[in-house]
Nanobody, 120 residues
């Protein structure tokens, strides 16, 4: 089993920044893509950004130019730097990873989520 633990959420004002972190732990053999999704009240969960093990990235149009995803493979950790936050960015943010544990079977894992609230 692989566990994903997010941190870094909170309450900020519009225009401010936050940095989310997600650390994978367990008997990890390998991690392929990692990413961030979000779910606002009454809405479906949506992709925010994803990054491959080689560093290729893709972003939702709504966050391009404001958010940056990165990862530290030595720490099995993915980050989401969120700048120029808007009220519409308010949501629970979930970490996601395609990871294999010691059995070398890839499974899609989710973190427990961290709340981001953007409000004046």
């Amino acid at each position: 089993q692989v566990q994903l633990v997010e941190s870094g959420g909170g309450l900020v004002q519009p225009g401010e920044s936050l940095r989310l972190s997600c650390a994978a732990s367990g008997r990890i053999f390998s991690i392929n893509d990692m990413g961030w999704y979000r779910q606002a009240p009454g809405k479906q969960r949506e992709l925010v950004a994803r990054i491959s093990s080689g560093g290729s990235t893709n972003y939702a149009d709504s966050v391009k130019g404001r958010f940056t995803i990165s990862r530290d493979n030595s720490k099995n950790t993915v980050y989401l730097q969120m700048n120029s936050l808007k009220p519409e960015d308010t949501a629970v943010y979930y970490c996601n990873a395609d990871a294999a544990d010691h059995r070398r079977v890839y499974v899609n894992y989710w973190g427990q989520g961290t709340q981001v609230t953007v409000s004046s």
